[in-house]
């Protein structure tokens, strides 16, 4: 096989394996979610590939195909005064679901919960799957954030019931 036809058999296998991985954790999502009570105006997504791919699940998981909605300030190029200035556009909502990429959320979320840094190295390293519920009084973030969870994706099967891979 050449390594052109190799690696185009590896990215659809990657492809693949991301759509079931997005499948599971959607429910596992949706779990939490319902369990806390919480359902969202509008889920706001990068317009990369794999995270639109796991926006999409998310979306017709809960039934919000329509509140779906690719924001530059989510991409990988994207800053975090980039992402809070995008998001200003949504004050009148209350409730928001972003998907994303690290190192971004970390760093924004860093910068949410201690604004007084200035963008200062305060950074989560959020893996894969994970979520989590930040409260703020709103944008632009004058005052500290409430940090009032945050879950891994073996963390959220557990929630689901699925206890999954160790």
Same mark, same amino acid.
């Given at each position: 096989?050449?390594?052109?036809?190799?690696?185009?058999?590896?990215?659809?296998? +990657? @492809?693949?394996?991301?759509?079931? @991985?997005?499948?599971?954790?959607?429910?596992?999502?949706?779990?939490?979610?319902?369990?806390?009570?919480?359902?969202?105006?509008?889920?706001?997504?990068?317009?990369?590939?794999?995270?639109? +791919?796991?926006?999409?699940?998310?979306?017709?998981? $809960?039934?919000?195909?329509?509140?779906?909605?690719? %924001?530059?300030?989510?991409?990988?190029?994207?800053?975090?005064?980039? =992402?809070?200035?995008?998001?200003?556009?949504? +004050?009148?909502?209350?409730?928001?679901? $972003? @998907?994303?990429? +690290?190192? &971004?959320?970390? *760093?924004? =979320?860093?910068? %949410?919960?201690?604004?007084?840094?200035?963008?200062?190295?305060?950074?989560?390293? &959020?893996?894969?799957?994970? $979520?989590?519920? $930040? *409260?703020?009084?709103?944008?632009? @973030?004058?005052?500290?954030?409430?940090?009032?969870?945050?879950?891994?994706?073996?963390?959220?099967?557990?929630?689901?019931?699925?206890?999954?891979?160790?």
């Amino acid at each position: 096989m050449l390594p052109r036809e190799i690696m185009r058999r590896v990215r659809e296998i +990657q @492809v693949r394996t991301g759509r079931h @991985v997005a499948d599971v954790l959607a429910g596992e999502y949706v779990s939490v979610f319902r369990g806390a009570g919480i359902e969202f105006d509008a889920i706001l997504t990068s317009p990369i590939l794999r995270a639109r +791919q796991t926006a999409d699940i998310l979306a017709a998981t $809960l039934g919000m195909e329509r509140r779906l909605e690719e %924001i530059s300030g989510l991409s990988t190029e994207s800053s975090v005064e980039h =992402l809070l200035f995008g998001l200003t556009r949504y +004050q009148d909502r209350e409730h928001l679901l $972003l @998907v994303g990429h +690290q190192p &971004l959320l970390g *760093e924004t =979320l860093g910068y %949410i919960i201690d604004p007084s840094r200035g963008g200062g190295k305060l950074e989560f390293d &959020l893996r894969k799957g994970s $979520l989590c519920r $930040l *409260e703020i009084d709103g944008l632009p @973030v004058t005052k500290p954030g409430v940090l009032h969870w945050l879950m891994t994706a073996k963390q959220l099967r557990l929630l689901a019931g699925r206890p999954g891979k160790n």
